[in-house]
T-cell receptor, first 115, second 113 residues
Framework: GNSVTQMEGPVTLSEEAFLTINCTYT??????LFWYVQYPGEGLQLLLK?????DKGSNKGFEATYRKETTSFHLEKGSVQVSDSAVYFC??????????????FGKGTLLTVNP | DTGVSQDPRHKITKRGQNVTFRCDPI?????LYWYRQTLGQGPEFLTY????????KSRLLSDRFSAERPKGSFSTLEIQRTEQGDSAMYLC???????????FGDGTRLSIL
């Protein structure tokens, strides 16, 4: 079956530090990959996505590249802000017929950015 | 778009009671998903609807759980005879086309006393 493994948290950084959150996956087919962010008391918001190998998703200064050879989709940001404090989830969706496009999530990584 | 709407936001109930949650999708989103998220974990898939048809159910969805989407618009998730282990955040997500991402509501947090 499909699975997603994320870097264990929590991660605590100072403002303007560089962020990396590692994510690797196992899938039987050709998945699309996603990063979602969850702020306290809220649902999940899509941060970025990539649908095929070597695609780079980017949004709000965050980037992640779909690496098929290493089955990875690591999240990076060059300079974090206090407002980036949240829980980040890596997820995959099988895009082949019969999968119904349901999402498989990692356990999440709590990021705290201090001023 | 008004976004995916879930009601109620919070539900506190005694063990053994029945509860029902509602999800209103983004207009014209024909695909609807329910997920369950326990503390410190990522969401786990429960069930999937395409229009009014329930096309997939996870093994997590015991026979105490039932979901409906009678007219292909809003959906309800009912839990009968609630147990302590049902305490979680229940998330609804919807999408329209194959290559589009899922949009999530803010969830219903269920607490069992």
């Amino acid at each position: 079956g499909n699975s997603v493994t994320q870097m264990e948290g929590p991660v605590t950084l100072s403002e303007e530090a560089f962020l990396t959150i590692n994510c690797t996956y196992t899938a039987t087919g050709y998945p699309s990959l996603f990063w979602y962010v969850q702020y306290p008391g809220e649902g999940l918001q899509l941060l970025l996505k990539a649908t095929k190998a070597d695609d780079k998703g980017s949004n709000k200064g965050f980037e992640a590249t779909y690496r098929k050879e290493t089955t990875s989709f690591h999240l990076e940001k060059g300079s974090v802000q206090v407002s980036d404090s949240a829980v980040y989830f890596c997820a995959l969706s099988e895009e082949s017929g019969g999968s119904n496009y349901k999402l498989t999530f990692g356990k999440g990584t709590l990021l705290t950015v201090n001023p | 778009d008004t976004g995916v709407s879930q009601d109620p936001r919070h539900k506190i109930t005694k063990r053994g009671q029945n509860v029902t949650f509602r999800c209103d999708p983004i207009s014209e989103h024909n695909r609807l998903y329910w997920y369950r998220q326990t503390l410190g974990q990522g969401p786990e898939f429960l069930t999937y609807f395409q229009n009014e048809a329930q096309l997939e159910k996870s093994r997590l969805l015991s026979d105490r759980f039932s979901a409906e989407r009678p007219k292909g618009s809003f959906s309800t998730l009912e839990i009968q005879r609630t147990e302590q282990g049902d305490s979680a955040m229940y998330l609804c997500a919807t999408k329209d086309r194959d290559n589009q991402p899922q949009h999530f509501g803010d969830g219903t947090r269920l607490s069992i006393l």
